[in-house]
C-alpha cells in the first residue's frame, strides 16, 4: 500500500494478499474388497470452494497430475492405470497453452489392484496438485497403509473387513503423518539422515531449530514470528492510510453543493436557538460528533452485512468489478449533471420532523442524520468508491476506519465555525466553483471506473482494455479535464461567462501535464506514478523495453553463500514448475522494467521448485512437530523449508532476507499490484542497508 492517489480524490488503497497454511483438499482413503481375488483402492476428495484438484495425465509441461505411487505392496499386485472419476473440468488454459482437466467440489481416483499372495501389506499414497485463482499447492500426498489376510483365505470375515476398511489418513503438507501444520515452527526440530547401508550402526542425527541441511546452518532457522511482525505492522500502516483516504474524501465532500451551502446555516441555527454561546458551542460539538457516530455506524454495517472474508472476495471478484466500473459512470454522469441521485425526500422530510418535535441530544443526533440523507448525492459516490477501496484489506475495522477519517473531515468545519463565528466572514462563498468541483470528481470517477473494468478484462482474457487502450483513455479524460478548467468545455449547471480563476489554472496546469507525463507509456515507458492502476506491461502489444528476470540459483544454501559474497540481500522465490499463478507473476510483474530492473541488480534471485522430482543424494527423515516423514527430492526438501522456516505451504511466496537468513520484509504472495511489488522490494533495501 503507502501510494498516494495522483487524482485530488483518494489514497492507493490495495495491500499484498498474505500467504498461510492452507488446507483446500480433504481426502480419505479406503481398501475395497471386490470379488475374487481383486480389490479397489479408493482415494475420495472434497475440495474447497474456489479450489480445483486437477486430474491424472497432464503431461510433463502442466500442473501436477494426480498420479499412484507405491513404497511398498507386498502380496498384490496393480491392475491398469489410476482412474479418476466424478465430474471432471476440461478447459483451454493460456498460461500453459494446453487443455487441462481438474475438479471442483468433490472427485474420486480409483486404482485396482490383484491379491497374488494369502496376506498383503500395502503402503501407497496419491500424489496431487490443487490450485485456486491466487496460489497454488505442492506436491501433496495421501496414502493408505494397510495389512491383513486376503478375502480368500478368511471368506467368512469379508463383510467385516469392508465394514472396517474406511481409514482417515493424514494429507501431506498439512495434516499429521505426512506432513504436520506448523503450530510451533520455532520450536526445536529434529533430522535424521537415513542410512544407504541397512546394517549401519550409526544414525546422523542433527538437531537444529529448523535445520533441514545437513550442515547444520542458521540459514534455515525458523523466522514465522518475525516475519509476523512486518505484517502486524504493514496493517496497523494500512489503517493509516485507510484514515488517511477517509479524511480525503470527507474535504472533498465538503466542497460540494450538497454540503457547503450547509454549514453557515447550521452553525447560525445553534447560535440562535442558544443565547449563551457556550451552549451552542457544545450543541455543535455535539452535531459533529453525531456525524462520525453515524458514518462509523455505516462502515461497521457493511461489514456486519458482508463480512471481512467477503468484502474481500467481491473486490477480486470479475463481475463485481464489471458492476461497480457502471455504478461508478452513472455517479460521473451525476457529477457531469445529467441527472440528480437523491435519496426519497420522504425520508429526509421524516427524521427532520422529529428532530424539531424532539428536544436534547436526540434532536440534534436527528438534525446529523438528516444532513447524511440531504447531502447523499454528493457523499454518496465518494462514500461507495471509498467502502469498496478499503474492502481490499479483508480487515473487519477498514470500512469504520475509513468512515470514522471521511466522518471527521465532515464535522471539522460545523464544530469549528461554532467555537470560531467569526470565520465564516472569511470563508468561501457558495457559488459555481462548487459545481467545479462535482465536475473535477466526474472525471475522476470515470478514469478509476476504467481501473475496476480492467480486473474484470484480465479475469476474462477479453483484451479489450490492453496497457496502451488504457493509457489512451486516461490521457483523453485528464485532457479533457485540463481543457475543462480552463474554462473551454461546459456542463449542464455550469455557469455561464465565468472565467477562469487561479486555483483552476494551476489545477488545469497539473492535469494537462499529466496527461502529456502519460503519452511515452504508449510505447511501453513504465509510469511509475500509476503503474498501480495500469494493466501489467506484459499487455502492451508494443513495447520498445523488454525486460527478463531469470534466477541464478535454484539451491538455497548456494544462492545465500553468494549473496553474502557479493554484499546483497536476497529474494527466495518458492514456485513449482506446475505452479500457474507463478507464471502470471512472472509474466505481469517481473516483466515491468523496475521491478526487473531491481531483481537483476539489487536482489540475488533464488528460485526453489516445490515440485522438483529430482531425488535427494541421500534421503532425510524430518521430525516436525512430533511427526515424522522422509525427504526424498529436491522438492521435497524446498517445501520443508518453506513451511518451517515462513510458515507457508503455497506457491507462489516471495520472501526477502538478509545474509543471515532473517526477514527484511514480511511476506509477498500472488498480486499483480506492480507499484506494490516494487514497494516492497524497496523496504527490504532500505531495511538491509539500515
Not at 474406511?166 to 542410512?195: L, N, P, R
Amino acid at each position: 500500500m503507502k501510494k498516494l492517489f495522483l487524482s485530488v480524490f483518494i489514497l492507493v488503497l490495495s495491500i499484498a494478499a498474505n500467504a498461510q497454511m492452507v488446507d483446500p483438499v480433504h481426502f480419505t482413503s479406503q481398501l475395497n474388497m471386490l470379488s475374487g481375488d481383486e480389490a479397489e483402492i479408493v482415494f475420495s476428495a472434497k475440495i474447497d470452494k474456489g479450489w480445483h484438484l486437477y486430474s491424472t495425465d497432464l503431461g510433463n509441461d502442466g500442473p501436477i497430475s494426480a498420479t499412484f505411487n507405491i513404497n511398498r505392496m507386498d502380496g498384490a499386485k496393480t491392475v491398469g492405470k489410476l482412474t479418476p472419476k466424478g465430474k471432471e473440468i476440461s478447459q483451454f488454459d493460456k498460461m500453459f497453452g494446453m487443455k487441462l482437466r481438474f475438479f471442483e467440489g468433490n472427485a474420486k481416483f480409483v486404482q485396482r489392484i490383484k491379491f497374488t499372495k494369502d496376506t498383503y501389506d500395502i503402503d501407497c499414497y496419491l500424489e496431487y496438485g490443487a490450485c485456486n485463482d491466487e496460489m497454488c499447492m505442492p506436491p501433496s500426498q495421501v496414502s493408505l497403509i494397510k495389512k491383513g489376510k486376503t478375502p480368500a483365505v478368511q471368506p467368512a470375515a469379508k463383510e467385516a473387513g469392508r465394514a472396517g476398511e474406511m481409514t482417515e489418513t493424514a494429507k501431506d503438507d498439512k495434516i499429521a503423518k505426512d506432513e504436520a501444520v506448523i503450530g510451533d515452527a520455532d520450536g526445536e526440530t529434529q533430522i535424521v539422515v537415513a542410512q544407504t547401508d541397512s546394517a549401519a550402526a550409526k544414525t546422523d542425527t542433527i538437531k537444529t531449530a529448523g535445520n533441514g541441511s545437513s550442515e547444520g546452518s542458521s540459514l534455515w532457522e525458523p523466522v514465522i514470528t518475525e516475519l509476523k511482525a512486518y505484517d502486524d505492522n504493514a496493517m496497523d500502516n494500512s489503517l493509516f492510510y485507510i484514515l488517511l483516504a477517509g479524511l480525503a474524501g470527507g474535504f472533498l465532500a465538503l466542497l460540494t453543493p450538497c454540503v457547503w451551502p450547509i454549514i453557515p446555516m447550521t452553525v447560525s441555527f445553534f447560535l440562535k436557538r442558544n443565547k449563551e454561546r457556550s451552549k451552542a458551542v457544545r450543541e455543535a460539538v455535539t452535531y459533529g460528533v453525531s456525524i462520525v457516530v453515524i458514518y462509523v455506524l455505516l462502515g461497521l454495517v457493511v461489514t456486519i452485512l458482508f463480512g471481512a472474508s467477503a468484502l474481500n472476495a467481491l473486490s477480486t471478484n470479475a463481475v463485481f468489478n464489471i458492476f461497480f466500473c457502471l455504478l461508478l459512470l452513472v455517479f460521473a454522469a451525476s457529477f457531469f449533471g445529467a441527472f440528480e441521485i437523491t435519496l426519497p425526500s420522504s425520508w429526509s422530510n421524516k427524521i427532520d420532523q422529529k428532530s424539531e418535535n424532539t428536544s436534547g441530544m436526540l434532536s440534534i443526533f436527528l438534525m446529523a442524520f438528516t444532513l447524511t440523507l440531504v447531502s447523499f448525492s454528493c457523499t454518496g459516490p465518494i462514500i461507495g468508491f471509498l467502502l469498496v477501496a478499503v474492502s481490499t484489506q479483508n480487515s473487519y475495522i477498514a470500512p469504520a476506519v475509513g468512515m470514522l477519517g471521511f466522518a471527521i473531515a465532515l464535522a471539522i468545519p460545523f464544530t469549528l465555525f461554532a467555537m470560531f463565528p467569526s470565520l465564516l466572514k472569511s470563508a468561501p462563498k457558495s457559488g459555481g466553483w462548487m459545481n467545479v468541483v462535482k465536475v473535477v470528481l466526474g472525471f475522476v470517477e470515470i478514469a478509476f471506473a476504467l481501473k475496476f473494468l480492467s480486473v474484470a478484462d484480465l479475469a476474462y482474457g477479453w483484451h479489450i482494455l490492453d496497457r496502451e487502450v488504457f493509457i489512451s483513455l486516461w490521457i483523453v479524460i485528464f485532457g479533457l479535464m485540463g481543457v475543462y478548467l480552463l474554462g473551454w468545455l461546459k456542463f449542464p449547471h455550469d455557469d455561464e461567462g465565468n472565467r477562469t480563476n487561479v486555483p483552476q489554472f494551476f489545477l488545469a496546469l497539473i492535469s494537462l501535464a499529466f496527461a502529456i507525463y502519460m503519452v511515452p507509456g504508449l510505447w511501453g515507458a513504465p509510469l511509475k506514478a500509476i503503474s498501480a492502476f495500469a494493466p501489467p506491461m506484459n499487455t502492451q502489444d508494443f513495447n520498445l523495453q523488454k525486460s527478463a528476470v531469470e534466477a541464478e540459483y535454484t539451491d538455497y544454501d548456494e544462492g545465500m553463500a553468494a549473496a553474502a559474497r557479493m554484499g546483497k540481500p536476497v529474494m527466495v522465490d518458492f514456485t513449482g514448475f506446475g505452479c500457474v499463478n507463478c507464471r502470471k507473476m512472472e509474466a505481469a510483474v517481473w516483466t515491468d522494467p523496475q521491478v526487473a530492473d531491481m531483481l537483476n541488480k539489487d536482489y540475488v534471485l533464488i528460485s526453489l521448485y516445490v515440485d522438483d522430482k529430482t531425488p535427494l543424494k541421500e534421503p532425510v527423515t524430518v521430525i516436525e512437530n512430533g511427526q515424522q516423514r522422509t525427504l526424498k527430492t529436491v522438492g521435497d526438501k524446498w517445501s520443508y523449508l518453506e513451511r518451517t522456516k515462513v510458515g507457508a505451504n503455497t506457491q507462489p511466496v516471495y520472501v526477502l532476507l538478509d545474509n543471515d537468513g532473517k526477514p527484511l520484509n514480511g511476506l509477498r504472495s500472488y498480486d499483480e499490484d506492480i507499484a506494490e511489488y516494487v514497494d516492497f522490494l524497496r523496504k527490504g533495501l532500505e531495511n538491509y542497508r539500515k
